[in-house]
């Protein structure tokens, strides 16, 4: 069963989160295969998305998705994973070339240095005039060096976007995508992810002329950008969490690595509510979705692939679901409700 491990280092600014992926990642996969499996460095690399998407949605509590994604210019066009305030995941990818046996991340999305990383925050029950907040990093560092791992990627969107120092070891494989993450404690909310996620209506908007743009209270300067690197106590425990081969975080026990890593650390852990919500699978795709879809592309479009092929099929690409809609179906798209004869409601 998926579990999701709290803490907190008694005395120090820091905290730290272990997820383990098992039922929910297998299930991924499972259903990817009946499309066809992806190669063996994408499933890895969905893996750990999944798994750094767990980490994070639980780390800012927020009501709503949040959505990590990696697009480029490589032979994995983009990858993505969500995460719900529930803790239900999932994730994709597309693929439009040849992945080799041992790819790392430059050679499946950063071939030409086009490679972007992006994390989105879309509330669950929107404000007036709110809009999702997004915040995107190139696929390399500081010095315009390829990043290799996608738990570099993150740590530099958290020191770069949110101003933490932050420390990741991510692995998948076809069993089980883990994370351990360690994270200096925010001195400012306001100018962090989870700042950004409790912010209203984006204040960012068309400049007046003349003016300067309106910058929304999370993106003034904060006190967390003067602490980076300075915490010794953080600096100690990041070491110690970068001593984590990815073939542990994989195969030995919660207990136990938290043990052999940090045995000299006081660890607050804290101890999950009987209803409190677990790392699980689950899709949100709907027939509803389906058919705003399809009126959004228009009859002309949709009654034309009914023509050619006597019926549309979609499918999810996140949990393999095959929506039908036959010639009559199609007709209920585009006719008012008051003269829709029943139609069918087929899903595979």
Same mark, same amino acid.
């Given at each position: 069963?998926?579990?999701?491990?709290?803490?907190?280092?008694? $005395?120090?600014?820091?905290?730290?989160?272990? #997820?383990?992926l098992?039922?929910?990642?297998?299930?991924?996969?499972?259903?990817?295969?009946?499309?066809?499996?992806?190669?063996?460095?994408?499933?890895?690399?969905?893996?750990?998305m999944?798994?750094?998407?767990?980490?994070?949605?639980?780390?800012?509590?927020?009501n709503?998705?949040?959505v990590?994604? #990696?697009?480029?210019?490589?032979?994995v066009?983009?990858?993505?994973?969500?995460? +719900?305030?529930?803790?239900?995941?999932?994730?994709?990818?597309?693929?439009?070339?040849?992945?080799?046996?041992?790819?790392?991340?430059?050679a499946?999305?950063? *071939?030409?240095g086009?490679?972007?990383?992006?994390?989105?925050?879309?509330?669950k029950?929107?404000?007036? $005039? +709110?809009?999702?907040?997004?915040?995107?990093? &190139?696929?390399?560092?500081?010095?315009?060096?390829p990043?290799?791992?996608?738990?570099?990627?993150?740590e530099?969107?958290m020191?770069?976007?949110?101003?933490?120092?932050?420390?990741?070891?991510?692995?998948a494989?076809?069993e089980?995508?883990?994370?351990?993450?360690?994270?200096?404690?925010?001195?400012?909310?306001?100018?962090?992810?989870?700042?950004?996620a409790?912010?209203g209506?984006?204040?960012?908007? &068309?400049?007046?002329? $003349?003016?300067?743009?309106?910058?929304?209270?999370?993106?003034?300067?904060?006190?967390?950008?003067?602490?980076?690197?300075?915490?010794?106590?953080?600096?100690?425990?990041?070491?110690?969490?970068?001593?984590?081969?990815?073939?542990?975080?994989?195969?030995?026990?919660?207990?136990?690595?938290?043990?052999?890593l940090?045995?000299?650390?006081?660890?607050l852990?804290?101890?999950?509510?009987?209803?409190?919500?677990?790392?699980?699978?689950?899709?949100t795709?709907?027939?509803?979705?389906?058919?705003?879809?399809?009126?959004?592309?228009g009859?002309e479009?949709?009654?034309?692939v009914?023509?050619e092929?006597?019926?549309?099929?979609?499918?999810?690409?996140?949990? $393999?679901v095959?929506?039908?809609?036959?010639?009559?179906? #199609?007709?209920?798209l585009?006719?008012?409700?008051?003269?829709?004869?029943?139609?069918?409601?087929t *899903?595979?």
């Amino acid at each position: 069963m998926s579990e999701l491990h709290k803490f907190l280092f008694e $005395g120090l600014p820091v905290r730290g989160m272990l #997820v383990r992926l098992t039922d929910g990642w297998r299930e991924v996969l499972s259903r990817r295969a009946t499309a066809g499996a992806f190669a063996a460095p994408v499933r890895a690399l969905m893996g750990e998305m999944a798994a750094a998407a767990v980490l994070m949605q639980s780390n800012i509590k927020f009501n709503g998705a949040l959505v990590l994604q #990696v697009s480029g210019d490589g032979p994995v066009k983009l990858a993505v994973a969500e995460a +719900q305030s529930d803790l239900a995941f999932r994730a994709t990818a597309t693929v439009v070339g040849e992945v080799p046996a041992d790819a790392r991340l430059e050679a499946m999305l950063n *071939v030409h240095g086009q490679g972007r990383c992006a994390i989105t925050l879309d509330p669950k029950d929107k404000l007036p $005039g +709110q809009q999702p907040y997004q915040g995107v990093v &190139p696929l390399h560092g500081d010095r315009r060096e390829p990043l290799q791992e996608l738990s570099q990627v993150l740590e530099h969107y958290m020191l770069q976007s949110e101003q933490l120092d932050t420390r990741l070891v991510l692995a998948a494989n076809d069993e089980i995508a883990a994370g351990l993450l360690i994270q200096r404690l925010p001195v400012e909310g306001e100018g962090n992810l989870q700042g950004r996620a409790g912010a209203g209506p984006s204040q960012v908007g &068309p400049t007046p002329s $003349g003016g300067t743009p309106a910058q929304p209270a999370w993106g003034r300067l904060s006190l967390n950008e003067d602490e980076i690197g300075l915490s010794e106590g953080f600096n100690r425990i990041a070491h110690l969490a970068s001593t984590l081969t990815r073939e542990e975080l994989l195969t030995i026990d919660a207990e136990t690595l938290l043990h052999r890593l940090f045995w000299q650390e006081r660890l607050l852990r804290f101890v999950p509510n009987a209803d409190a919500p677990q790392p699980h699978f689950a899709c949100t795709c709907n027939r509803a979705r389906v058919v705003r879809m399809l009126k959004g592309l228009g009859r002309e479009e949709v009654e034309g692939v009914v023509a050619e092929q006597g019926r549309v099929e979609i499918a999810c690409e996140f949990c $393999g679901v095959k929506y039908h809609f036959d010639p009559v179906d #199609v007709g209920e798209l585009f006719t008012p409700q008051r003269d829709q004869p029943p139609g069918s409601s087929t *899903v595979n």
